[in-house]
């Protein structure tokens, strides 16, 4: 009982040089109790939270800032590019792939106030347009199925569309007599716009050219007529759409 009453005075009471004894709240007054160090480690992991989430907040709202400048950006430059191939076709120029049957003509313009520039013509391949004007026929007169031209062209050695990529002769396929009968370019005009991301667009939204561009191989009533089961032969005709205006005029 006495050396418990004799450590608790040394807990509670220290003596300095002098002999006086320090009272308890002297002694620790540099020292924190437990419950004042639970209390700060807490206000530390809160602050550091509060911390962490300010700076995840921060770091979705620039995701989200990011987004939606790369979205601005994306949607601006598709609408130029857009516009500018809306001109090309306007001009009368070519854009894409060159359908079978035509050949690329190298013209070069002189835009007001802008530099030259080198821009595509069609001109007639006389041998494939040929080609183009019998698969035409055989499809809207002889109301032969893709399979017998398919048929026909391999057995009378047609000359086939060149491959885009290699440049090479390539084969006649069901795919590619499709992209024949339904390209409108052999009607002698440019059209751009006929595919809106991946899927067919209407034929009012297509883009015409407002002059002939090129000489036609087929008349609009030959390509109404081998494309009547599509929806281009059950369209109705609107304004400016080539498939109303003669088709003789390179004839002359």
Not at 28 to 55: E, I, P, V
Not at 85 to 95: C, D, H, K, P, S
């Amino acid at each position: 009982m006495a050396a418990l009453t004799n450590r608790r005075c040394t807990v509670t009471t220290e003596r300095d040089d002098s002999g006086g004894e320090i009272p308890r709240w002297a002694a620790t007054a540099g020292h924190w109790s437990w419950r004042a160090r639970l209390r700060c480690t807490a206000k530390r992991r809160l602050r550091r939270g509060r911390c962490h989430d300010r700076a995840v907040h921060a770091d979705r709202v620039s995701a989200f800032v990011r987004e939606v400048v790369l979205r601005d950006y994306h949607a601006a430059t598709t609408a130029k590019a857009r516009r500018a191939a809306e001109q090309l076709v306007l001009a009368g120029f070519n854009t894409g792939v060159v359908p079978y049957g035509y050949r690329p003509q190298r013209v070069r313009v002189t835009p007001a106030g802008r530099r030259p520039r080198w821009r595509t013509r069609l001109v007639i391949e006389p041998v494939e347009a040929s080609t183009v004007r019998m698969i035409f026929l055989w499809r809207g007169q002889d109301r032969l199925p893709i399979a017998e031209i398919l048929r026909r062209l391999t057995a009378a050695r047609y000359p086939a569309p060149l491959d885009p990529e290699t440049g090479q002769p390539g084969v006649w396929t069901a795919g590619v007599v499709r992209s024949v009968l339904r390209n409108p370019k052999y009607l002698g005009r440019q059209v751009w716009g006929r595919r809106h991301h991946g899927r067919r667009a209407p034929r009012a939204c297509w883009v015409w050219s407002q002059a002939w561009a090129h000489p036609p191989v087929v008349t609009a009533e030959e390509f109404l007529a081998a494309n009547r089961h599509t929806r281009l032969a059950t369209a109705p005709p609107e304004s400016g759409d080539p498939f109303d205006l003669p088709s003789d005029r390179w004839a002359a």
